[in-house]
């Protein structure tokens, strides 16, 4: 069962038309990217699931509500979460703080609680500092709860937003460009850490991505946008040999051309990414 | 000459025409002259000539230093630098002054007073001129040394001028707290004490004292913090409780041994911190620039005056103590209704808004359309004080009713009163700014379009913000209105608000120990010296540029206040448990 | 979909609220209108003077309307400090009309002496403008948005009180103009010479202005810079100069209208910026914030409302001495449009929030 369904969903700014009639389906609990090159309208497709911006034409359902009119803290409420092309955390919060607003959605003290400091409201923040902690365990940052966001090494700041997101109980996560400045090393760990989010939390995921070997690496379903439109959608293989993707990409000068006739295997050595 | 030191002396004489500048403008606005007639040290050095002297130290000071990444210049040449830049600054002053013994600066610039060039020449007229010039060469190269000594020197130099600075200025606490310490010998504060300020025994006895302590605490002070980092847990915790402790003994019996002026600017200082701390949850929590705060204050004040004055304009008469709940919930309610309409608007347009709001309610209060009402220009008058005890029946019209009790007329009663509520209302703001709401405040200040994303209602918790902050406010003007007596419409100015916007910038935005500190020093120094409130407005501008351009986070920032009170929070490292998983 | 039920009353609420206000403003202003026209309190000389006094003042707001739209424009900040600038090319005005005055030069020429009154208010205000834009602005530029706010907040305070302790608190007047006192016979209704001076120099002045920015070279750049500094900058615009320009420039309106301002009310003090500048402001956002002839229309309307205003609707409805509530009509508009018409009456959405 499709666990989101976008129907020409079109999202125009002034004269620019950064997503043009789109259809989009993505199963439950599968991984599934969304390529092109820059431009391409993938981070406006992500604003407009997520309700930052409102799609012009078309439609969205998310388990079969429609989403595309609502406000974003209701669609979050639905389920739906997600990271940042460029790292967005509150950087002058600690760590741990930025987990506990992740967990914003289910807490439900209220605040006259939190001033009389009644044992409801302690109960549910000892549990709600617990499952931070577990969160923090789980990005492999235990023990530094308590340094500022903007203090923290990249690849950490990357494994905490995915956190805070993951605090939301999302049905669906939205990945956007999750191994930007990775080196491969840190890219194969973010490639288990994704699989992990699927198999052990159940999560549907949908990915940004430009390093090619994540992409065909770890997707069960690929869809390709150029200006705005879907050329292709497929599996790694397919897309791979998709002579409009390869023309798309060649046509920018980038270099995943030559790559394009091997078989998909994560032993592949990184790309040149098209930045 | 090497380009480094070509471009050394090239930075020292522009340094020295802005020194020069600075010095020139604290002279024509009037700083010079004014804070001329108080004195550091006794027939030496007044609080004017401090200013100037601090202006000629910084240029050497700024001149002698050197970014990172520039070449090392050896210190005899900054000294140098430092003596140029001092001696351009002194030019300029110089310069100043022969103008003015040629043209009457007067007619234009009021400040350009006898007075003020009888401090400039130090009281030797044109001859002084070349004073000055030796003056600002001196301490050009003072400042330019300080700069390039190294800092087991340096350290103790500075803090002992400080140190002559601070006591000085507060030579009017210190004196009497030191005579109160039995043994000491009343001569002793005759001997070190002048007027207003220090002798210059007494100045040369504070900077020994001072730059002695700093030496030691820099020599041995490293082994004495390692030694108590080593102590359980619960002694450091110990101490930090006698710590406060000694403060809160301090502060209950204040108003004993001063007199009842202190304790009115303590009053006044307890009010601001309150309406403070409802700001920083409005501003400092939420981000809300609300330049109308002081609509919740009228709020809350006139609710107490019209609830219980005995004057003409009382609706009814009911006690202090009922009628503050109902001033809160007042400031609390209005907060929505003014909150709800400016709440989609983005920061600026958020500022001039409410701004427009808060000069709405000042007009409207001090209108006779509504002067039926609200008593107009005259104001509200004859609010009774808070009684401990029973209060007698309203007599009649103008008639302030018994108190059959403690009945707290007057500053040093209310004094309690404005503390405990200080207290109670951070006790409050702290717990809000632990808990979910405190946390969805931050994620919006920070970063809003993230933290609806994480599914925090907007509206709500904004409006939550401000409705929360009014309610501080209106308390804050509550507790105002009766220590007056009387409430006009004439003092619910924009200036009340801004006043509250500095205290928190300057304190430090989000933080409540910032609110405190920003309270200490922006009404306490303008209360306890009256030269600095002439020139109050200028320092709060001057401060609020100034801590945009260094120090946004504010004097005690609230990042800091998270990393020492958090240090509680368990971390464990148990089993790589998975989080639990959506449903 | 979880929408619980506070929610929904809170909505509820803002809904009712907002359309409470609306209706509550309009009726205050039609009825009031409807009753004051059936009273005849006023004749029409009497309306015709409160008019034209607004078209005046309104065009000094208009002028200094101008800074703030511009800078907005280019910098999308409020320029707090604006009012500060309006001041002091008032005081700047004025110890020149003062010397000239007592000097008789100002009897004698009274064209050329007032020219250079202006010109020197316009000197003075570029000249503290490119002083706060440096030293307060600049540095900040990449801050968040609260920031230079808070600077420029500081900056106006500063300001305000650097020129009180230089000048002292208290209110000086300009010179009279012998020339411009009295009144001329325009259609046979007597109308103040002051008000139509100060009305025709605005006007000229401000199309002298807009042919800048409209036709010459630095007003392209400057409108390019207002559309996307960075594009702006590839095209080998300096941004910075723009920028400097673009204060000035706005500045010397400013410093104009001040002189003007203080021709018509004979008075500086060093707090008379504040009020003049929220109404600035106001017809800024009136007329569309970023929007050059927007703001020289909303000062205009702005001015007559605020004029006529006192008189039209609130005298009808039997408040008594309205004039004190003249300014709240002010704050009233510019709350009103801040709220329902943020874009303006002719202007462009440079207001919305970025989703």
Known sequence: MAILTANKVTKRFGGLVAV???????????????????????????????????????????????????????????????????????????????????????????????????????????????????????????????????????????????????????????????????????????????????????????????????????????????????????????????????????????????????????????????? | MNKQLRLTFGKAVRTGLIGGIVALFLCLVGIVEIFGKRSLIEGLISLGHVFLFLSLLATGFVTASRKSDQAPLGRLWLSLAGTISGAVAGIVLALFMLLGSVINIRAMFIHASPDLYKILSFGRGMAGVWLLLLVGAALGALGALIRVLPSRIQKPLMQGFIGILLVGLFAGLVRPLLVAIPGLPEALGRYLFGQTGLTQGGALITFILIAGIVAFWSARGKTVQARVAKWPRSGQLALRWVFFGLAGVLALTLPLFSGPFIAQVIVLISLNILMGLGLNITLGFAGLLDLGFVAFFAMGAYTVGLLTSYGEYGLAHISFWAVVPIAILVAFMVGAFLGLPVLGMRGDYLAIATLGFGEIVRLLAGSDFLGKWLGGPQGVIGIQKPCLGILGPYVGLGIPRVCHGLELGGPKEIYYLAIICAILVAFVASRLRDSRLGRAWMAIREDEDVAEALGVNLIQTKLLAYMLGASFAGLSGAIFGTLVGSIFASSMQLMVSINVVCLIIVGGMGSIPGVVVGALVLIGLPEAFREFSEYRFLFYGAALIVMMLVKPGGLWPSSIVQRELHLDVKNDTGPNNAPTSAD | MRTTLTEKIGEVAVAVFLWGFRILVVSVVIIGTILTIREGKYTGVQWIDFIVFGIARGSIYAMIALGYTMVYGILRMINFAHSEVFMSGAFGGYFLANAMGQSGFLDKYPVLGLVAAVLVGMLVSAGVALLVERIAYRPLRKAPRLVPLISAIGASFFLQYTFRGFFGPGIYAYPNVKVLSGEWNIFGIGILKMQVVVAVAAFIMMAVLYTIVMRTKIGKAMRAVSENKDVAALMGIDVDGIIVATFGVGAAMAGAAGVLYALMFRQVNFFMGFTPGIKAFTSAVLGGIGNVPGAMVGGIVLGIFESIGPALFLDGLGIIRPYQLQDAIAYIMLVMVLLFRPSGIVGEKLTTKKA
């Open chain 1, 20 to 275: 043009s009639s789109l259809d989009f389906e993505i199963e439950k609990k599968t991984i599934a990217s969304i390529i092109g090159p820059n431009g391409a309208g993938k981070t406006t497709f992500f604003n407009c699931i997520t309700g930052f911006e409102k799609a012009n034409e078309g439609e969205i359902l998310f388990d079969g509500t429609p989403i595309h009119n609502l406000r974003t803290d209701h669609i979050a409420h639905l389920g739906i979460s997600r990271t940042y092309q460029n790292i967005r955390l509150f950087a002058d919060m600690t760590a741990l703080e930025n987990i506990l607003v992740g967990q914003h959605l289910h807490l439900h003290a209220s605040w006259m609680g939190a001033i009389l400091g009644t044992p409801g409201t302690r109960r549910e923040e000892t549990k709600a500092l617990d499952e931070a902690c577990r969160l923090l365990n789980f990005i492999e940052l235990s023990g530094k709860g308590d340094l500022l966001a903007r203090n923290l090494p990249y690849g950490a700041q990357r494994r905490l937003e995915i956190a805070r997101a993951l605090a939301t109980k999302p049905k669906l996560l939205l990945l956007d460009e999750p191994t930007a400045g990775m080196n491969p090393r840190e890219t194969e760990e973010m490639m288990a850490f994704i699989r992990r989010l699927r198999d052990e939390l159940e999560i549907t995921i949908l990915l940004i991505e430009h390093q090619m070997r994540v992409v065909m690496g770890i997707s069960q379903r690929i869809t390709v946008l150029d200006y705005g439109v879907k050329i292709a959608e497929g599996t790694a293989v397919e897309i791979q040999n998709n002579p409009k993707v390869i023309e798309a990409y060649l046509g920018r000068g980038s270099v995943v051309g030559s790559r394009a006739t091997q078989p998909a295997s994560s032993s592949m050595p990184a790309s040149t990414t098209t930045r």
